[in-house]
């Protein structure tokens, strides 16, 4: 909006500036008319005049015609050197040089063994004489006419107009290519570990395998199953990440030994995850913590990504590696990342299965950070549907169209592309709505369809909009604000009053990449004390 307001105040300018120059432009050549028109009203007294004397000197006429041509250029050059020096065109070299050709016409015919055999004489003309003259005059003539054609090129408005074009041109595929090589280096820097979260996993492991003792694992708490608390669900194999998500929901909490959470990571991390909540334990609150393969029921005869990661398409399109092309097609990049066929990123589908006896539970994503007590998320009407979540539509951005192809003949049949999306990173689910409404078989349905990716590109979100499509209830915005992983504009304000903020987009708070006026919010919840954390240099 800043753009448009500037450009409101500048188009005027430009406007202004646009009508002066065509004036100008206009005036000058006005000025060249006027000069040529000059130019025959001489021509025609001259040549009266050389009517007149025609038959009495031969010579004369000849003479005649030699001094109209010379005066001819005179006017021709003394309006390109007027020109020149109007536009600024060269103006060190170029105006001097057409200077120094008039001043030179002018000269010649001031040559005194010309004004006196050719001009100051009353008595017949010298042959030999005028031959110099006429030679002069036609040497200086063609060095005119040269130095003209190759001036001509600077006062060819349509040339330059195109010459403009040209560098526009060139500048724009410039700056694309830049745009293009800045957006996959984005890219490369969101999907790479940073030094200090593989250095804090090395660390965790280290500890857990130097001790082992310590971190036997425990039975697990009758609160983990107890529906009359609140229960969480996150789910990453980002350790740093997780704990700001779980310190920020303690902190900002009323009644925090009544919250549970329920962490799942993958195999690899699973041992990292513990022992720091072993050595940070959280105050009063309970977490559960558990890798996916604990959750024996997904496999791939129940799972369909888990089956479609068995097919060897699927596994070219997200691992092949294209590097020489990695490039030509940046935009589409992104949905070729492999993480979005992770089963960390699908288990959301999975809630009411992997927790049975809980009625409700708040999906957080390890990107947010909660910054109000999120109690009354469980008190919600949510008029008997699944999922309560915040709208993201506003005008035409952000409507089922932009995730989902409607020129398939299922999708433009089931759904409406006008349709408001929502986002996940927040969402309070009714399992026994979920239950009732079977979505994780609807879930599978989409998801089966979806192997050739004619549905949607890539993601969950998509599929999320489908399962839960006429299912999910509209939550005060307030509640969930996103965008400060990839938008520098959102508003303080907004971010003050929200109970969860959400750094969705590649610049994540642990990057180095981050925005800079958002990392504060995200690193105040990291437990700087831990000493891991310190030796790893998280610049806390």
């Known amino acids: 909006m800043a753009v448009a307001v500037r450009g409101g105040r500048g188009g005027g300018s430009a406007l202004r500036n646009f009508f002066s120059y065509r004036i100008f432009v206009s005036a000058m050549f006005t000025l060249l008319f006027l000069a040529t028109l000059s130019v025959l009203f001489s021509s025609h007294h001259d040549s009266t005049t050389s009517f007149v004397g025609l038959s009495s000197d031969p010579l004369k006429t000849r003479l005649d015609l030699i001094h109209k041509q010379a005066t001819d250029h005179i006017a021709l050059v003394n309006a390109y050197a007027a020109y020149a020096r109007r536009l600024k065109l060269e103006i060190s070299k170029q105006l001097k040089m057409f200077e120094d050709l008039a001043q030179n016409f002018s000269e010649l015919q001031s040559k005194q063994n010309y004004r006196l055999t050719l001009f100051d004489t009353d008595g017949p003309l010298e042959e030999d004489s005028l031959k110099q003259f006429e030679k002069e005059v036609k040497d200086k003539v063609k060095f005119a006419r040269l130095l003209i054609a190759d001036s001509k090129e600077s006062y060819d408005n349509q040339l330059k107009i195109q010459k403009l074009k040209d560098t526009i041109f060139a500048v724009n595929e410039l700056f694309v290519k830049a745009k293009k090589n800045g957006a996959f280096g984005s890219l490369i820097a969101a999907k790479s570990t940073p030094k200090s979260l593989h250095c804090l996993a090395m660390r965790l492991m280290e500890e857990r395998i130097s001790h082992p003792e310590k971190y036997r694992d425990e039975d697990p708490e009758p609160e983990f199953e107890d529906p009359t608390l609140y229960h969480y669900a996150i789910f990453s194999d980002n350790v740093i990440a997780v704990s700001v998500v779980v310190n920020s929901v303690i902190k ?45 029921f997904l496999t791939p005869s129940y799972v369909p990504v888990l089956k479609q990661l068995e097919s060897a398409k699927l596994q070219n399109f997200y691992f092949e590696n294209n590097a020489e092309n990695a490039t030509k097609d ?211």
């Open 330 to 540: 940046v935009n589409n990049m992104k949905f070729k990342n492999p993480k979005y066929l992770s089963m960390l990123n699908h288990l959301r589908f999975y809630l009411p299965e992997m927790y049975p006896s809980l009625h409700r539970i708040l999906f957080l994503d390890d990107d947010v950070v909660v910054q109000k007590d999120l109690t009354a998320l469980w008190t919600i009407d949510l008029d008997g549907k699944v999922n309560g979540a915040v709208e993201t539509c506003f005008g035409s951005f952000h409507r089922y169209s932009q995730y989902l192809n409607f020129s398939h003949p299922l999708v433009g049949e089931k759904f409406n592309s006008k349709a408001c999306a929502w986002a996940f990173g927040m969402n309070i689910f009714d399992l026994d709505a979920w239950r009732r409404e079977k979505c994780t078989e609807q879930y599978h349905y989409w998801q089966n369809l979806n192997e050739d990716r004619t549905l949607w590109k890539s993601g969950t979100l998509p599929a999320g909009l489908m399962t839960f499509y006429s299912k999910t209830k509209s939550l005060d915005k307030s509640w969930h604000v996103l965008g400060l992983g990839y938008n520098p504009s959102v508003s303080m304000d907004e971010i003050h009053k929200a109970a969860v903020i959400h750094y969705n987009g590649d610049m994540k708070p642990w990057l180095d990449i981050a925005l800079n006026q958002y990392k504060e919010l995200w690193t105040k919840y990291i437990d700087s004390e831990m000493e891991f954390v310190q030796m790893c240099n998280f610049g806390v």
């Open 252 to 296: 900002n909490a009323e009644e925090p030994w009544k919250h549970v959470f329920h962490v799942v990571t993958d195999r690899m991390n699973l041992a990292a995850m513990k022992v720091w909540f072993k050595m940070r334990p959280i105050q009063q609150a309970h977490i559960e913590i558990k890798s996916v393969e604990d959750f024996t």
